[in-house]
């Protein structure tokens, strides 16, 4: 039996308190619980189940992980104390409250995606897509594990960008900032849902200009809890379902973006994530976590589930996953941003698991550098093509390659002429 230290920041008043691990080959069930801390503080729960209690239930149907993860001796605790903020009371009209008035502020949308060096074909699809997507819900793993110390973020700007370690949280709330500053200033409804830390916050609606900056202060908080994911997505599944006919009417969809680093610990997440198939939804799950256990383990839930669901790693994992599948594209933040905001091509889904035809090619060139405009195909007059790709390619701003580190044009135009030039590509659709 090894020891190791609980690190909570639940309430600063809280002690560090060791916490034993019992080995999952030690024992086949165990439930371990403290209670009654330093002023009534916390109550601990590890559960630690066997090959039995995996197979029926408490961490999903698809990969059957032995024992919760445990990341660099963090132990994920159950606060006691109540969720202390949100602008969500629970009585609102489902079928109202995501409406906006005029939809999108285009102008606003395409100023701050512009500072963002988002290239103009981007822009335009993403804005497309917040009129067929209405409303995204962010399900935001604020557990105690986030504060494991193996995330990246992106600093700096142009050749001074730099990639840089830090927490699992500070990796995600980086990126959920971003994304709570672009619902605001487009107009674009979404509704962070935290696990812990506090109650649900709408953000995009121009009746509550106050939510970007309360939700802006309690990602500034620590991340302290458990995982309790099953209890988001059944109240996201209510939700969704209030609206289901107006969506269907208006040919929409709801994205339903999971960001986490692991493993329910209310239940089984397929189960949970079972109804979603009969709604109109676009499911993005954001792993912020390198462990391949987890990374399979969401992948098979993909793969158990009839969803339209995309599951992304961080931006250096993509980059290097989209390298070995299309290495004519330098993948970079920007169209990192555009999938985890749910606002996705379809060819965007299959660039980091399949090479794209020339037809799916020929639609990714389009946006990532010609300003979303059509192109000559590609096998029908090549050097018609490719002069139009080098033409947009001038014209549209280079990118921050996590890979090489260094600022790239995002079409690598010779491994572009290897693949597809002198009709060695097809025009035959890929099927997702």
């Known amino acids: 039996m090894k020891s190791n230290t609980l690190h909570s920041k639940s309430s600063p008043s809280l002690p560090i308190v060791a916490v034993p691990i019992m080995q999952s080959a030690e024992v086949q069930s165990v439930q371990s619980v403290m209670s009654q801390g330093i002023n009534g503080g916390i109550s601990i729960n590890v559960n630690i189940s066997g090959p039995e209690e995996a197979v029926n239930g408490g961490y999903g149907r698809a990969p059957k992980l032995q024992s919760p993860p445990v990341n660099d001796g963090i132990v994920e605790v159950a606060s006691t104390h109540k969720k202390r903020r949100g602008n969500r009371t629970g009585t609102e009209d489902a079928k109202t409250e995501y409406t ?7 102008s606003a949308a395409k100023e701050f995606l512009s500072r963002h060096n988002w290239p103009l074909g981007l822009q335009e699809a993403l804005i497309k897509s917040c009129a067929k997507m209405p409303v995204r819900f962010f399900i935001t793993d604020d557990s105690g594990s986030m504060l494991t110390n193996d995330g ?3 600093l700096g700007a142009g050749e001074s960008t730099k990639v840089i370690r830090c927490t699992r949280w500070s990796e995600l709330s980086a990126s959920l900032k971003f994304h709570a500053e672009l619902s605001h200033v487009a107009n674009a409804p979404s509704e962070f849902r935290l696990l812990n830390n506090a109650e649900p916050v709408l953000v995009g609606m121009p009746s509550d200009v106050g939510a970007f900056n309360l939700i802006k202060e309690i990602l500034e908080d620590g991340p302290g809890g ?3 994911i099953c209890a988001q997505i059944n109240a996201v599944v209510e939700k969704i379902s209030k609206i289901e006919d107006n969506l269907r009417a208006n040919h929409q969809r709801a994205a339903v973006i999971i960001c986490t680093d692991g493993v329910s610990t209310d239940g089984d997440v397929a189960e949970a994530m079972r109804p979603l198939q009969n709604l109109p939804v676009w499911v993005v799950v954001r792993l912020c976590t390198d462990s391949e256990e987890i990374l399979n383990y ?3 839930i993909d793969n158990e589930l009839e969803l339209e669901m995309d599951v992304l790693d961080d931006v250096l994992g993509e980059a290097q996953e989209v390298r070995t599948a299309n290495d004519w594209i330098f993948y970079g933040e920007p169209l990192h941003r555009m999938r985890e905001f749910g606002a996705a091509l379809k060819e965007m889904d299959i660039i980091d698991e399949d090479t794209l035809s ?3 090619m020929c639609v990714m060139v389009s946006h990532l550098c010609c300003g979303a ?3 000559p195909h590609p096998d029908e007059n090549w050097a ?3 002069s139009a790709v080098k033409a947009g390619i001038k014209k549209s701003p280079f990118t921050w390659d996590p890979i090489e580190k260094q600022m790239r044009p995002w079409v690598n135009l010779g491994n572009l002429e290897k693949k597809y ?3 060695k590509g097809s025009s035959a659709c890929t099927m997702s």
């Open 226 to 228: 458990q995982t309790p």
């Open 384 to 386: 018609e093509f490719i």
């Open 421 to 423: 030039g002198d009709k």
């Open 100 to 106: 906006v008035p005029g939809g999108v502020n285009v």
């Open 358 to 360: 020339s037809e799916q």
């Open 152 to 154: 990246k973020r992106i």
């Open 373 to 375: 405009v059509p192109l």
């Open 298 to 300: 969401w992948n098979n």
